[in-house]
């Protein structure tokens, strides 16, 4: 039972900290920063995406009051200029949504007494509309995606515990990522793309590659698993496979 509880704990904090570098590596992870003005913090987070049903809300927390701010937006070459309002603890600045997949630059402009503070410097950040994801269905993907993540890293450990489980988390692992690519993943894209009650997306649009070669992986290593057929090797090969298509493609 302990050796069951330090595979288990070791997989979580594998899939965790792989996670963490994925998230804060991925070309869409916001630019986020914080600076001073007479000693106060002032934080802003500009967002390369944005999954909200209506507006996007950018906001600046400050510390100091007295700062103003303004959205400087590029759309369609077009150049428009949205002012911040005060709220309780900073400024907030709403951009109407556009269609899923449709993009605009902006960038934030600063203003305390004769200081300007301009961010990004000299560039705009792309921000990315995509369709509102309902949470249920936003927890249903993450737990499936991860789930099966942490059960392929559980079976690669597994090798540690002479494979007295390594048929039972290779069936699991098989199962989850049959359930994320046939029901789970053509959900969530669907109301990414904002096809929900409005069209029916291409197959392209139901699908991911990496994905589908993840469960291809993992149903085809199940079997030769189940077959006894060179098991350490499979094992190692499905899930070093998993994880480097994952979190490093």
Do not use: H
Not at 142 to 155: D, H
């Amino acid at each position: 039972m302990k050796n069951e509880i330090i595979l288990w704990l070791s997989s979580l904090v594998i899939v965790f900290l792989l996670g963490y570098v994925k998230s804060v590596t991925d070309k869409d992870y916001p630019i986020t920063g914080t600076f001073g003005i007479e000693g106060k913090k002032v934080s802003y987070k500009l967002d390369k995406v944005s999954f909200d049903k209506v507006l996007y809300k950018n906001i600046i927390i400050s510390d100091i009051k007295g700062i103003n701010a303004r959205l400087v937006i590029v759309n369609d070459d077009e150049r428009e200029e949205i002012p911040y309002k005060e709220i309780n603890r900073g400024l907030e600045a709403e951009i109407p949504k556009l269609k899923p997949g449709q993009q605009l630059g902006y960038k934030t402009i600063i203003n305390y007494k004769d200081d300007i503070f301009e961010i990004p410097k000299n560039d705009f950040v792309t921000l990315t509309f995509w369709g509102y994801i309902p949470s249920p269905v936003k927890i249903l993907y993450f737990i499936i995606l991860y789930g099966g993540m942490i059960v392929s890293i559980r079976s690669l450990l597994e090798l540690f515990n002479e494979n007295k489980n390594l048929k039972k988390y290779a069936f699991i692992t098989s199962t989850l990522f049959i359930t994320l690519n046939i029901i789970i993943y053509p959900l969530y894209n669907s109301y990414k793309l904002g096809a929900i009650n409005n069209f029916v997306p291409p197959i392209t649009g139901l699908v991911n590659p990496m994905l589908l070669t993840i469960l291809f992986l993992w149903v085809m290593g199940t079997i030769f698993i189940f077959n006894k057929i060179y098991i350490k090797a499979i094992t190692i090969i499905i899930s070093a496979a998993t994880i480097i298509s994952f979190f490093f493609i």
